[in-house]
């Protein structure tokens, strides 16, 4: 059965970089089929897709947050991870990690982490 | 990129009723749509895609239709384990992923 769990501090401070890291068991994220993804939800902005990452590198980014995100791929631990920088209010929501095909929904999901924002 | 729009926001129903939700894309999606359930406190939960296949382990109460930009989902008889908020997301344009606003269905 494949599970996602995210891990990382519920508390940013504003302009610092958020960094979240999601952990994957009973599939291997060297998979050429699927992208390893970063979903994150908000009161004020409902669910925002923040992008994709591939085992190989590719990668799509949602083209707002493209400069300030950077997803990375750890093989070895089969883990993925979020890096956000210059952080802000705006950016506290549930961060989720799931898996998806190349063009094919999200099929698993991890159970989400809150991350809050704030000085 | 390619809004999502669904209505209704909300809606009360009763154990048993028929129940649907709709969503409009911007632009035609060729049936690349999925709906997901989410329950408070949990990840989204993946019940159809290609707009009317079931993902394994779903229940047949729940169904999709659609085709272009307009596409529906059913659940035929409610259940108590089905009040939960439901999305739609778009995956035809993979680079720019977008969700509805999602719809809670209450008792």
């Known amino acids: 059965q494949v599970q996602l769990q995210e891990s990382g501090p519920g508390l940013v401070k504003p302009s610092e970089t958020l960094s979240l890291i999601c952990s994957v068991s009973?599939?291997?994220?060297?998979?050429?089929?699927?992208?390893w993804a970063w979903i994150r939800q908000s009161p004020g902005k409902g669910l925002e897709w923040i992008g994709n990452?591939?085992?190989?590198?590719?990668?799509y980014y949602k083209a707002s947050l493209k400069s300030r995100v950077t997803i990375s791929i750890d093989t070895s631990k089969n883990q993925f991870s979020l890096k956000l920088n210059s952080v802000t209010a705006a950016d506290t929501a549930v961060y989720y990690c799931?898996?998806?095909?190349?063009?094919?929904?999200?099929?698993?999901w991890g159970q989400g982490t809150l991350v809050t924002v704030s000085s | 990129d390619i809004q999502m729009t669904q209505s209704p926001s909300s809606l009360s129903a009763s154990v048993g009723d028929r129940v649907t939700v709709t969503c409009r894309a911007s632009?035609?999606?060729?049936?690349?749509l999925a709906w997901y359930q989410q329950k408070p406190g949990k990840g989204l939960k993946l019940l159809l895609y290609?707009?009317?296949r079931l993902e394994s382990g779903v229940p047949s109460r729940f169904s999709g239709s659609g085709s272009g930009t307009d596409y529906t989902l059913t659940i035929s008889s409610l259940q108590p384990e089905d009040f939960a908020t439901y999305y739609c997301?778009?995956?035809?344009?993979?680079?720019?992923?977008?969700f509805g606003g999602g719809t809670k269905v209450e008792i």
């Open positions: 990452m591939h085992h190989s590198g590719d990668s």
């Open positions: 799931a898996r998806v095909g190349g063009a094919t929904p999200f099929d698993y």
């Open positions: 997301q778009q995956y035809y344009d993979a680079r720019a992923l977008t």
């Open positions: 290609a707009a009317s």
């Open positions: 009973g599939y291997s994220i060297s998979s050429d089929y699927y992208y």
């Open positions: 632009q035609d999606i060729s049936n690349s």
